[in-house]
């Protein structure tokens, strides 16, 4: 009997989702959630229901876990809830500031329903969280430091475009080489934002735009680019097609720390990721957290939980045993 | 209240977890056991017992968890399971191969005193281990790799010591830059033992010793440096004094694997460690896994487990909240 996901939203998360179930064996994908006219949606996976939105409660028996595929500033914040008074969901809800706020909301409709939720997996809130979680705990006394990027920034992309002139633009997060190296060091550095973090944009700009103009209005931009050392290239819109159309994304956690009776040994622990694809990866850490929600709520379990309150092996496909015996 | 740790053998290891309590202020050391005479042991925190280990049975309402600093040889698989009975416990057990057995030894020990004990805690076992198992779960379809150093190795260093003519002698394991490349472009590479690790040996030697001899004999010696490629260094007992008395060591665990309806997609996880002194790491580990173990047993959990079965937020002295708040 296999676990029986839905997916709610699709987008490329939620093809993520759909193209990281074909890789778990112990699962299938039952139904697509779209707030779109259903019969307009084409999916990748035959003789998989298209259902609306409005409909979906008419599948709680249906499905084992919900995956939300919306997006954190209005999608989650309302959905998750919702959802998760009907059925063991995982979302990947983003807004750091706001997560409190969302555990709260998400944990008294999961109890309500006696279901599981689990909020904020992907890699940042995920992966970069449990390395944060685990390096603090192991080096009390040190330092922290995460990096984004290579990578692609959607929130920065969006801005430029929002520059009058611009017709499309797609903005990478490029972490700062000197920066990681001095980290690297075990010499916890104080870095500024600008000494962490370069930002390079490719802008495709109408025929008539003033590009001295948008580029002025790029740098100068508050919050978004003008503490960081950015660059602008104008470029074609062909060229933004073949040379920018992928979203791949990134980052590294490190934790220095010391030891010793008189701190004199220095320890360094790193953690990095290179992804060719920011959702197909998301999906990816989604999907291992969907197993791990329908286990905790098969053993009785209920409430909000993050990456941090779930044990490792409840994310393996493999039996206990294996794991000791092949991982441990 | 704190919780009450002891020590259980006072090694490198066993210092270095006294050095790592003091790091976490809601843990206090309350004895140290060993098997020589208590009264010639000398130990670095004042005010702490110093006992016989044939004692350590008068302790069991002292101690709220002991750490076991003995060898996986020959001491862990007696001592664990014996104490396990007794106390929560946590070793460092680290011979992968009977990790199983010892599992089953250990479990019904501590189901037979209501007690927690988590085995195999370090850094390979434990947090490489953690690595091993969130990147595979995460990315299904894709290849482990595993290097370690640069750092010392203990057996090897041993083995080079029992050759005729050699007075002391220090073994470096170091990873092979160009494999950590290969494998680092994702590229998946089959990689031989020769290709992965390189090993350099310092090493002091009689005087009337045949130099070229032992150095035959190091670089022809099965198991141990038959397969590698071997570097030997004749230094002075001053020199091995003054550039080699540490005890460094490290690694790295990579993820490679692929995503999307096509697998087109590559993602490289990557986790390092960079240690000044492998037996301190390891204890730091330790400690926060001891404190996991008290939570645990205090929620009236017991039986054996490994870091692959304890939530990440057991590890920290932070509340929920706290790390919700400032790691997720």
């Not at 279901?115 to 904020?120: E, G, H, L, Q, R």
């Not at 969006?158 to 017709?167: Q, S, T």
């Not at 934790?255 to 953690?271: A, L, M, Q």
Request: glycine share 8%; charged share 25%; hydrophobic share 35%.
């Amino acid at each position: 009997m296999k676990i029986r996901i839905g997916i709610f939203g699709y987008g490329n998360l939620g093809r993520g989702v759909e193209s990281a179930i074909r890789q778990n064996p112990d699962m299938e994908l039952v139904a697509v959630f779209t707030r779109r006219d259903p019969s307009t949606l084409k999916i990748n996976t035959e003789g998989v229901i298209v259902a609306h939105a409005d409909d979906v409660a008419e599948y709680k028996d249906k499905i084992d876990v919900m995956i939300l595929c919306g997006g954190s500033a209005t999608d989650l914040p309302v959905q998750t809830p919702q959802l998760a008074q009907l059925f063991n969901v995982v979302d990947s809800f983003d807004t750091h500031a706001k997560i409190p706020e969302h555990f709260e909301n998400v944990d008294n409709a999961a109890r309500m329903g006696e279901k599981i939720a689990v909020i904020s997996v992907g890699w940042d809130p995920g992966m970069f969280s449990l390395t944060r979680l685990y390096s603090q705990a192991v080096l009390p006394e040190g330092e922290n430091y995460t990096f984004w990027g290579k990578g692609v920034s959607q929130g920065h992309s969006d801005a430029i475009r929002r520059i009058d002139g611009v017709l499309d633009a797609k903005q990478y997060t490029i972490p700062v080489d000197s920066a990681l190296e001095a980290v690297r060091s075990g010499s916890c550095p104080n870095l500024t934002t600008r000494e962490k973090h370069q930002r390079e944009c490719f802008v495709v700009a109408s025929e008539d735009a003033d590009k001295a103009l948008i580029e002025k209005q790029i740098k100068e931009m508050p919050n978004y680019f003008a503490d960081y050392d950015t660059t602008v290239h104008f470029i074609s819109a062909e060229e933004l097609k073949r040379d920018h159309s992928g979203i791949p994304h990134g980052g590294f956690v490190f934790r220095t720390g010391k030891t010793g009776f008189n701190k004199e040994n220095n320890h360094v622990i790193e953690y990095s990721l290179k992804l060719d694809s920011n959702p197909e990866f998301t999906s990816s850490v989604i999907v291992a957290y969907a197993r791990a929600v329908y286990r905790m709520n098969n053993s009785g379990d209920c409430g909000c939980k993050t990456v941090l309150d779930i044990a490792p092996s409840m994310l393996s496909i493999k039996t206990p045993e294996e794991l000791r015996k092949e991982l441990l």
